[in-house]
């Protein structure tokens, strides 16, 4: 069985950085990811979206983000596509999967597995064809008919990026108001090639002549009509899996994993960072996940070698 001193769960960017920041400190470090490429939600969700908060950084993509994360750290520290299902305890080791053993684990699993959740209409394989819950590639619909089901940040973001390359997008939404940015939806609505059908809820959907045949119907009355697209994109959201953290006995509240001051979970030796974690006043922002990355290792290390000196990268030495 392979030893480590720290395991983190969870390759998305505070997972990424986590690794990182355990590497520079000499922890011999493994992290997992269960799905086959690094990068989390950034990667999955919004890789072309401009993110405005990242210090140092007056914008980057999502995709330039996990690729300068990535960089200083060897890709044997990463293992992908690996699904952590049990943590159980040996001495001083908790023992991962039966395969690896660590003195301590860093929970950076921010939303947990997400799933997105599904159009909830009866479709088949062929319509299943023309209907996409990730987009990660815009330019692939180039001239394009296209429409883009939701009312979140994701829904408007994609709106936007597809506005860039396609002929057409139709925005679509069950409510008049949207919960994404107003900013950004001032934008769509300069945008000569963008409709918005609000409020709307499609009804029935089916493949003529190669084209996704789409049936709106208006909330609130009998009104409804028929558009045809290319291709659709649902951001209806996506739903959390924690039921392994509960399995684990980790305390969670309605927001997250309860961590102390010191990032540290109910249970000793394991950590939480990120998105995954809830305190007081606490906001769910990359940047601050990357300071509580820095604190949970700095914790970490103090424990399990206290006779070594920590040294602190800032502008006080």
Do not use: C
Request: glycine share 8%; charged share 20%; proline share 4%.
């Amino acid at each position: 069985m392979k030893e480590y001193d720290v395991a983190i769960i969870g390759g998305g960017p505070v997972g990424i950085f986590s690794t990182y920041f355990a590497n520079l400190h000499g922890l011999k470090t493994i992290t997992f990811e269960a799905l086959d490429k690094i990068g989390g939600q950034v990667q999955w969700l919004f890789p072309n979206k401009e993110i405005k908060d990242i210090p140092a950084y007056p914008s980057i993509s999502g995709t330039e983000l996990i690729e300068n994360l990535s960089t200083s750290i060897n890709p044997k520290a990463i293992k992908t596509n690996y699904r952590v299902e049990t943590i159980s305890k040996n001495n001083d080791l908790f023992v991962i999967n039966s395969e690896f053993a660590t003195k301590a684990i860093i929970l950076a699993t921010g939303l947990g597995a997400f799933h997105p959740k599904r159009l909830p209409l009866k479709t088949s394989s062929i319509e299943d064809k023309f209907i996409h819950y990730f987009m990660t590639d815009p330019i692939k619909y180039k001239d394009q008919r296209v429409a883009v089901l939701g009312g979140g940040d994701s829904a408007l973001d994609w709106t936007l990026q597809l506005a860039k390359v396609v002929k057409h997008v139709t925005l679509i939404h069950r409510r008049p108001d949207f919960r994404g940015m107003e900013s950004s939806l001032n934008q769509l609505k300069n945008l000569n090639n963008v409709k918005i059908s609000t409020p709307y809820l499609p009804k029935n959907i089916k493949v003529t002549d190669n084209l996704l045949e789409l049936t709106l119907h208006k909330v609130g009355n009998d009104g409804k009509y028929i558009e045809n697209f290319d291709n659709i994109f649902v951001a209806y959201g996506f739903k959390s899996d924690n039921r392994l953290l509960r399995k684990w006995g980790v305390d969670i509240t309605p927001r997250g994993i309860k961590v102390n001051r010191s990032m540290a979970t109910n249970i000793s030796g394991i950590y939480a960072v990120g998105d995954s974690v809830d305190y007081t006043g606490r906001v769910p922002m990359i940047g601050l996940g990357f300071g509580e990355a820095q604190i949970a290792i700095s914790n970490i290390m103090a424990n399990l070698f206290p006779e070594k000196k920590i040294t602190l990268h800032s502008t006080s030495i």
